[in-house]
């Protein structure tokens, strides 16, 4: 019996994840983007494109698909998805298998605020002009134009389009992973004196935090959001290999069960 995964991606652990199950396995993979990058990069297996509809919409995907396991593979900021996929779990009985890589830590020489949302970080910013490198999605922009008095670098993996009402904003497009000696180039050139980041943790984006540490930046960093509890049947895992030894082992238990 070929057995069938969901996974719920979006980012780059995901696509890493699908390609060595694929890779160690004959398993039926199935990726499910939600199709907010333009020109995402290719993927190791077959892709979906597009929401669900819900956790009850996503129950249903499930029931129909004749999937046994699911993995949540998703962005750390992503809470509603995952939350979704907890629900969805649970109401099939559908183990769920989330990969939730750890945050980064503040360290010394690090000048971190911590703020709860993207609102609280144009707050942060204050009144006097500042030059801001905004390392954040497309999504997560428009509250700065109630910021105008400041000046913007924007860096996104898609063109802004149509470009924020601001003054003073400047945008570039790139993917990672960053080199340091890179970020440490283009905050020093473009007279950065604040970053704005979310923690996301993973190594592919925190070469600026890096370099913030070198050059004595100062860093507001949107805390994650909460994750929901839930009783789905699974279990949270922090880094890719233990996502493999999790996923072998829950397939395993529903062969003990003749499921």
């Known amino acids: 019996m070929t057995r069938s995964i969901l996974i719920l991606g979006g980012t780059a652990d995901a696509r890493l994840l699908a390609g060595k199950i694929a890779d160690e396995s004959g398993y039926r ?20 494109v597009g929401g ?30 995952s939350a979704n996929a907890a629900e969805a779990a649970r109401l099939t009985g ?43 999605g497309r999504q997560e922009l428009l509250p700065f134009e109630t910021a105008p008095q400041h000046s913007y670098l924007i860096r996104s993996v898609d063109p802004v389009e149509p470009p924020l009402a601001l003054p003073n904003a400047r945008y570039m497009t790139a993917r990672g992973p960053f080199a340091l000696a890179d970020e440490i180039a283009m905050l020093k050139g473009n007279d950065i004196d604040v970053i704005v980041s979310k923690n996301s943790g993973g190594a592919a984006a925190y070469a600026k935090i890096e370099a913030a540490r070198v050059l004595g930046i100062p860093v507001i960093m949107i805390d994650r ?6 009783s789905a049947i699974g279990m949270e895992v922090l880094d890719i290999e233990t996502a493999l030894t999790a996923i072998s082992h829950q397939l395993s238990l529903l062969e003990k069960r003749g499921e």
């Open 29 to 48: 993979i199935l990726l499910s983007m939600a199709g907010r990058t333009k020109e995402p990069v290719k993927q190791p297996v077959p892709v979906r």
């Open 52 to 81: 669900f509809g819900g956790a009850a919409g996503l129950k249903t995907f499930l029931t129909e698909g004749g999937f046994d396991l699911l993995v949540d593979a998703t962005h750390p900021y992503a809470a509603r998805i």
């Open 94 to 136: 559908v183990p769920l298998v989330s990969l939730s890589r750890p945050a980064w830590v503040e360290e010394k020489g690090d000048r971190w605020e911590r703020v709860g949302s993207v609102e609280e970080a144009v707050t942060a910013l204050g009144s006097i002009r500042r030059y801001a490198f905004l390392a954040l």
């Open 225 to 230: 959001p909460p994750r929901l509890q839930s």
